[in-house]
């Protein structure tokens, strides 16, 4: 197999984890005889210092002419604390995500044995947990627009916009998931209360039988919360918008004792 990978170290512990990583995949390749190229660019608050973008148009054509991007990590407490910030690392994770088209996240979350003790959770609770989060990624509130605050500083706004072509596509990609695991999927939403959950809601309900062989269940965003904690075991495969998902994977990395401890990919 020959595949050009795109590596992209990022901030932070990015270019630490990269390194591990490199040794992994050029010890896979070496052991199944794949030919690997590997060509590194800059993104993020790295990218920022060094030509004012998070990412460049030199990182983009870069991913574009690979077959897969290696990705580290983003984001630097210079930038956190700072809510004046005109540019910020985030911004090219995103841009990367619109612009690669890459709509969905999976975010398996799974407890080993030889771990547990690593978990903040009592051994009980999240011992045997194994389910999927699936993100919606390139719509809601992060893409949204307008977007912005007043001429006064004094009010801000953001805006969530979905439509029923994003929410489809990634519906389908949870079914499919949940085809393959254990025939459940939960879908995550505050259709009591705002707007696009209630098309989520009315979408997936659509979508539903043309899964008959999966069990579709539904949940408040609040009260998925509140379950991830205290019944992990009881979930197969979660699916919702891009906010919850953000929210929700990064609470389910306490599972497994670090959100360090969780691969995803998109």
């Known amino acids: 197999m020959n595949l050009n990978i795109a590596i992209l170290p990022g901030d932070g512990i990015g270019p630490e984890i990269m390194e591990q990583a490199l040794k992994v995949t050029r010890a896979v390749c070496g052991k199944f005889n794949h030919d690997v190229t590997f060509k590194e660019a800059i993104v993020g608050a790295c990218a920022i210092d060094a030509v004012g973008d998070p990412y ?3 990182t983009h054509e870069v991913c574009m ?9 983003i984001g ?12 910020r690392p985030e911004q090219g994770l995103l841009r990367m995500r619109k612009q690669l088209g890459l709509y969905g996240n999976i975010r398996p979350v799974m407890t080993f044995p030889s771990l547990i003790h690593k978990s903040p959770l009592r051994a009980d609770l999240v011992e045997g947990a194994d389910f999927v989060c699936i993100r919606e990624l390139t719509g809601g509130m992060y893409f949204g627009r307008p ?8 009010t801000a706004y953001d805006t969530c916009v979905y439509t029923r072509e994003e929410i489809e596509r990634i519906l389908h990609l949870a079914y499919k998931f949940a085809g393959q695991r254990r025939k459940k999927l939960t879908v995550v939403d505050k259709a009591n209360v ?14 539903a039988p043309q899964y008959p062989d999966i069990e579709t269940d539904y949940l408040f965003v609040d009260n998925a919360a509140m379950r991830i904690i205290q019944w992990p075991k ?7 918008e891009n906010l919850f998902g953000d929210i929700l994977t990064d609470e389910a990395s306490v599972i497994t004792g670090s959100l360090g401890m969780l691969p995803s990919a998109s």
């Open 56 to 58: 460049p148009p030199e």
């Open 65 to 73: 002419q690979a077959d897969a991007v290696l990705f580290g990590a």
């Open 76 to 87: 630097h407490p210079k930038f956190d604390n700072d809510p004046n910030a005109k540019v």
């Open 147 to 154: 977007q912005g605050r007043s001429e006064d500083g004094n």
């Open 194 to 207: 705002i707007a696009t959950s209630r098309l989520w809601r009315q979408i997936a309900q659509e979508t």
């Open 234 to 240: 009881s979930f197969d495969v979660l699916v919702t």
